[in-house]
């Protein structure tokens, strides 16, 4: 019995052993997923990606002013990476009656349309023209206080853009004189950066009976060849020549503060 001791022993010891290892084999791919993720620092891609897509250098969401047409208010935000148009969409637009059928297929076109050309120089859509002037309008805004926003985050710490001040280093806002024509008065108020004229708003222009077809044709159009030609040297547009004559009067007075 006493001869027995040491190999039973020895049998013992080596069964614990195997036992042992094959345990801790058994356990150890089940603790590595985790064990690595620790280590790494690493997220899981569901985990990685932030709910609002993430907001690098250059990167936000700016909301243009409401702007106001004869079935309905249109509003416009865009979201901008690098300087550019990543996504744009119409967080106001008219509605009820026949107005849901002409939004719903004229805002997704402006929206791509928005984006492709990455301004506010993009044509109305047909059948949707008031809605186009102010989804336009409503765009030119945004891209407006894009445009200061930028300005001030170069600039040193400059504040929100306010009339007759600057919103960033080299950026003005400034509104031109009512000019009066014989169907009402037309205003402009300009954005000027770094010399140039960056944006252009039509505040105030005729309206009522066929001044509003007028003005929603005729405005959009003056807008964008203000900020093309950079001064109030632009064309009349076609059937809007009061509208046209009071808009260049206006732009120019307020060219004129910013002077020249």
């Known amino acids: 019995m006493r001869k027995s001791h040491p190999v039973r022993r020895a049998v ?4 614990a052993t195997v036992s042992g290892i094959v345990l801790l084999l058994s356990l150890k791919p089940a603790s590595d997923p985790g064990s690595a993720s620790a280590a790494d620092g690493a997220v899981p891609p569901a985990a990685a990606q932030s709910p ?6 250059g ?4 909301t243009g002013d409401a702007a106001t047409t004869q079935y309905g208010p249109v509003q416009v935000r865009l979201t901008v990476s690098d300087g550019k148009i990543t996504r744009a969409e119409a967080v106001q637009a008219p509605k009820g009656g026949q107005s849901d059928r002409i939004t ?5 076109k402006l929206n791509q349309a928005a984006v492709a050309a990455g301004s506010a120089d993009i044509d109305a859509v047909s059948g949707a023209t008031y809605t186009s002037a102010g989804y336009v309008k409503s765009l030119q805004s945004a891209l407006d206080k894009a445009a200061a926003a930028a300005g001030s985050d170069a600039g040193a710490g400059a504040g929100a853009a306010e009339e007759g001040a600057g919103a960033g280093q080299g950026t003005q806002v400034l509104t031109g004189d009512a000019a009066q024509t014989q169907y009402g008065p037309v205003q402009v108020r300009v954005t000027v950066s770094g010399g140039k004229i960056t944006g252009v708003e039509t505040l105030r222009a005729p309206k009522g009976g066929r001044s509003d077809q007028v003005t929603a044709d005729a405005v959009p159009k003056l807008d964008r060849a203000a900020v093309a030609a950079g001064s109030a040297d632009i064309d009349a547009v076609s059937g809007a020549t009061y509208t046209s004559a009071g808009y260049k009067q206006s732009l120019q007075s307020a060219l004129d503060r910013a002077g020249g």
């Not at 990167?59 to 700016?62: F, Q, R």
């Open 104 to 108: 719903a297929d004229a805002v997704p």
């Open 52 to 57: 609002q897509g993430g907001r690098g250098a």
């Open 12 to 15: 013992l010891a080596g069964a």
């Open 59 to 62: 990167a936000g969401t700016v």
